[in-house]
T-cell receptor
Framework: DQQVKQNSPSLSVQEGRISILNCDYTNSMFDYFLWYKKYPAEGPTFLISISSIKDKNEDGRFTVFLNKSAKHLSLHIVPSQPGDSAVYFCAARNSGTYKYIFGTGTRLKVLA | DAGVIQSPRHEVTEMGQEVTLRCKPISGHNSLFWYRQTMMRGLELLIYFNNNVPIDDSGMPEDRFSAKMPNASFSTLKIQPSEPRDSAVYFC????????????FGDGTRLSIL
């Protein structure tokens, strides 16, 4: 049973526009969420996180939104750049545990 | 600062051989994780160490897999004997304990068992 779902395996966006990556979760005990970016032949790199006490966290071009009632989070990248082309994973955990559950990833392609 | 270092980056070996993957976590991190990534199952947690002690190995697929952490700066994941279905990318990650800290990943070992 997939507790963290990224239903879009891929996304293409024009350079300069907004990229929106989505993630849904089923476990209401999750209270800490992260986004990772992964380039080919490299490990996932931490991008941004959000705690369940917030509904938004921003870091430069990257903003994560959390909708607890819908059990949904999204990552917004504005403006998108070709260097943002990568696979993006969301991950979630209950802060009482150590184990992160990862989504299956969304491949973002930013077109120049 | 050096990140998580894994070796080798690539390993190709024949079925039945022993395979040892190595990981050096980030200095000062006291939690270490081994993951396996496959197309079918995505990123799966195999085992978690805290302060060099294995806390949860429920993700280890079977007895052919074993992991050790003899000290705070080194861990190994061993497969003996290896099988073709073990082919995957294996990642090691470390983090600062159990507070809300992200895990930092190495670049992985791509393992191919022929």
């Amino acid at each position: 049973d997939q507790q963290v779902k990224q239903n879009s395996p891929s996304l293409s966006v024009q350079e300069g526009r907004i990229s929106i990556l989505n993630c849904d979760y089923t476990n209401s005990m999750f209270d800490y969420f992260l986004w990772y970016k992964k380039y080919p032949a490299e490990g996932p790199t931490f991008l941004i996180s959000i705690s369940s006490i917030k509904d938004k966290n921003e870091d430069g071009r990257f903003t994560v939104f959390l909708n607890k009632s819908a059990k949904h989070l999204s990552l917004h990248i504005v403006p998108s750049q070709p260097g943002d082309s990568a696979v993006y994973f969301c991950a979630a955990r209950n802060s009482g545990t150590y184990k992160y559950i990862f989504g299956t990833g969304t491949r973002l392609k930013v077109l120049a | 600062d050096a990140g998580v270092i894994q070796s080798p980056r690539h390993e190709v070996t024949e079925m039945g051989q022993e395979v040892t993957l190595r990981c050096k976590p980030i200095s000062g991190h006291n939690s270490l994780f081994w993951y396996r990534q496959t197309m079918m199952r995505g990123l799966e947690l195999l085992i978690y160490f805290n302060n060099n002690v294995p806390i949860d190995d429920s993700g280890m697929p079977e007895d052919r897999f074993s992991a050790k952490m003899p000290n705070a700066s080194f861990s190994t994941l061993k497969i003996q004997p290896s099988e073709p279905r073990d082919s995957a990318v294996y990642f090691c990650a470390s983090s600062l304990g159990q507070v809300n800290q992200p895990q930092h990943f190495g670049d992985g070992t791509r393992l191919s068992i022929l």
